[in-house]
């Protein structure tokens, strides 16, 4: 049987190894968790690694502030691939590999992912809530909100991608809760706006709402993931 570890790559714990030895291995804040990772930004039962046959797949179970690979946040299980990097919460991030390579492997990016490698299993389910650009370059794109945050702006690193010029490198940040979601300005360069209102702080969105960023961008909050425009 082909064996894995999750290295972490950051915070107080950099360079721990976690080995990947069990069918189900539970991942959170919880002392009583397999892995258990004691940040406050992780939550009590954060995600799961479930090992099927020779595969591992990484699950997020419906934790506040997301589980990402390669920083795109996920919101079903996903097949991991050697070389991806995880993160839980805010802080921790890891490197996942097979154990006779994990000190061996160069960094180089990890292999790019096909479609059919993304499965559903139990819990799995469509996303929440999304955001449909309404015009511009972008028009019709559409981001898919799962329980967490998501931040938004014009660098690369931005799980919403916006590309316009008046978009400030990192703008603002939409956070999903059970109870709704919410959007907060991060000290943009030409604001943010809500049904044509500026905001000063976290502010709720529901379905329906116009979003404006910067002076070009608009966007509307739905229910579920939108069809495209």
């Given at each position: 049987?082909?064996?894995?570890?999750?290295?972490?790559?950051?915070?107080?714990?950099?360079?721990?190894?976690?080995?990947i030895?069990?069918?189900?291995?539970?991942?959170?804040?919880?002392?009583?968790?397999?892995?258990?990772?004691?940040?406050?930004?992780?939550?009590?039962?954060?995600a799961?690694?479930?090992?099927?046959?020779?595969?591992?797949?990484?699950?997020?179970?419906?934790?506040?502030?997301?589980?990402s690979?390669?920083?795109?946040?996920?919101?079903?299980?996903?097949?991991?691939?050697?070389?991806?990097?995880?993160?839980?919460?805010?802080?921790?991030?890891?490197?996942?590999?097979?154990?006779?390579?994990?000190?061996?492997?160069?960094?180089?990016?990890?292999?790019?992912?096909?479609?059919?490698?993304?499965?559903?299993?139990?819990?799995?389910?469509?996303?929440?809530?999304?955001?449909?650009?309404?015009?511009?370059?972008?028009?019709?794109?559409?981001?898919?909100?799962?329980?967490?945050?998501?931040?938004?702006?014009?660098?690369?690193?931005?799980?919403?991608?916006?590309?316009?010029?008046?978009?400030?490198?990192?703008?603002?940040?939409?956070?999903?809760?059970?109870?709704?979601?919410?959007?907060?300005?991060?000290?943009?360069?030409?604001?943010?706006?809500?049904?044509?209102?500026?905001?000063?702080?976290?502010?709720?969105?529901?379905?329906?709402?116009?979003?404006?960023?910067?002076?070009?961008?608009?966007?509307?909050?739905?229910?579920g993931?939108?069809?495209?425009?």
């Amino acid at each position: 049987m082909t064996n894995y570890t999750l290295t972490i790559e950051s915070g107080p714990l950099q360079g721990q190894q976690y080995p990947i030895d069990k069918d189900v291995c539970t991942v959170g804040r919880d002392a009583a968790s397999d892995l258990s990772l004691n940040d406050n930004s992780v939550s009590r039962h954060h995600a799961r690694i479930i090992r099927r046959g020779t595969e591992i797949l990484l699950e997020d179970m419906g934790s506040l502030n997301g589980t990402s690979i390669n920083e795109t946040l996920i919101n079903q299980p996903t097949l991991l691939v050697p070389g991806d990097r995880l993160r839980f919460g805010l802080h921790i991030t890891m490197r996942f590999d097979r154990v006779a390579e994990a000190e061996a492997l160069p960094a180089i990016a990890p292999a790019a992912r096909k479609k059919s490698d993304t499965k559903r299993i139990h819990k799995a389910g469509p996303a929440p809530f999304s955001l449909l650009i309404r015009g511009g370059k972008q028009a019709g794109q559409v981001f898919p909100l799962v329980e967490g945050s998501h931040p938004v702006g014009r660098a690369p690193d931005n799980p919403v991608l916006l590309t316009n010029e008046d978009i400030s490198s990192h703008h603002a940040v939409v956070h999903v809760r059970e109870e709704g979601v919410w959007i907060e300005d991060l000290g943009s360069a030409n604001g943010t706006y809500v049904n044509n209102g500026v905001i000063s702080g976290p502010t709720q969105i529901r379905p329906g709402d116009a979003l404006q960023l910067g002076t070009t961008v608009v966007l509307e909050v739905h229910s579920g993931v939108a069809l495209r425009a």
